[in-house]
Structures are given as C-alpha cells and as structure tokens.
C-alpha cells in the first residue's frame, strides 16, 4: 500500500472541490487550481475530506500514481488556502535587484547590462535589500519561477556570489595556493 496515497485529504472550510470529466478543480480564497487527474485514478470526494483511490494497490505503477496525485491534491488545497513561498538570495560585490512596477524585476548580476525579468501574473514578487521572495498558489509555477531566476547566475564556489535560495548551503572550494619561489638559503 502506498503509505502517502491512503491518507485522506482534508478539506478546510471555504474550500470547494469537485472532479468534472477527470479534471479536479480546487477554488479557496487564494484562488482556484484545477489538475487533470490520470484515468487509473479515482478521487472521491465527500463533506470534509476526499480520497485518491487506485483500482490494482498491488500494482507499482497505480501505487506511485496513487501516491502522487494524493500528494497533488494537497498541493492544490494548501495552495488556495495558504500558498506558497520561495526566498531567494542575491550574493555580491556590486550585485543588486530592484522591483520595477509590480511585475518587472531589474537586476545587477555582473553583466554588462542590467538583466530583466517579467513576473507571470499569477505570482507575486518581493524586493528586500537583496532578497526576492515568490508568492503564489501553485506550487510548481512558484518553484521554476524561482529556478529561473537562479538559472541566471548560479552561486559559484569559490567566494559565493551569484543567486542562492535563502535555505541553500553552497559548498565552498580552497583557492589556489601560490609557492614562494626562491624564498630563502
């Protein structure tokens, strides 16, 4: 049995849920989310909490896709009732980010020109001295919006700089040791 898919999801009040032609459509105060759910899988959905039911539990193919669509289908609740978060952080001598309008990010990253990068509009973004932080209720879209932004300048390894996630630990390399040629008798 998958131990993720036999949990049921809980569904908090103000959270509406309906499964229409496989499409499970998710709406709460943050919004609404919909995913298409994979024919081996059935969800059933009651007062409180729904159910992700596969026909075959021994069968290891319906057991992932049990586990996984469960697991989606929390996503999706948490994501129109809380949302989600990503933080990341820009490291650098001379390295700068501004929040240009509501839906422009202006960076400095060391390049010969400013680097620019439009917000989708279903996120949000923040500017803290040198912190961005992404908003919003889907957590994939969240999660690559973030990716592509580190994607810019990866953290390098020798003295840090570049974009990080606040919660990443970046690995940092000895430079090169320089010998004293001819140095004493």
């Keep these: 049995m998958s131990r993720v898919g036999k ?21 709460g105060p943050k919004g609404s989310l919909s995913l298409a759910v994979h024919p081996q899988v059935k969800i059933e959905i009651s007062e409180k909490e729904a159910r992700v039911l596969v026909d075959r539990e021994d069968n290891k193919k319906e057991r992932a896709l049990w586990g996984l669509f469960r697991a989606l289908t929390q996503n ?14 820009i490291n650098g001598v001379g390295f700068k980010v ?6 422009k990010l202006v960076m400095a990253l060391g390049f010969s020109h400013p680097v620019e990068v ?12 040198n912190t961005i932080t992404i908003t919003g ?26 974009i990080k996630y606040s919660d990443e630990v970046v690995l940092r390399k000895a430079g090169k040791v320089v010998k004293v040629v001819g140095g004493g008798k």
């Design 98 to 103: 501004a929040l240009q309008g509501s839906n």
């Design 118 to 129: 439009d917000v989708p509009k279903d996120l949000t973004a923040a500017v803290d001295k």
């Design 7 to 27: 949990k049921p999801v809980v569904i908090p009040s103000g959270v509406k849920m309906e499964l229409k032609q496989n499409i499970l459509t998710v709406t």
């Design 137 to 162: 209720a889907d957590k994939q879209r969240v999660g690559q919006f973030a990716a592509e932004i580190r994607e810019l300048k990866k953290p390098e390894p020798y003295k840090g700089k570049g």
């Design 76 to 89: 999706l609740v948490d994501g129109v009732t809380k949302g989600f978060e990503k933080k990341l952080e």
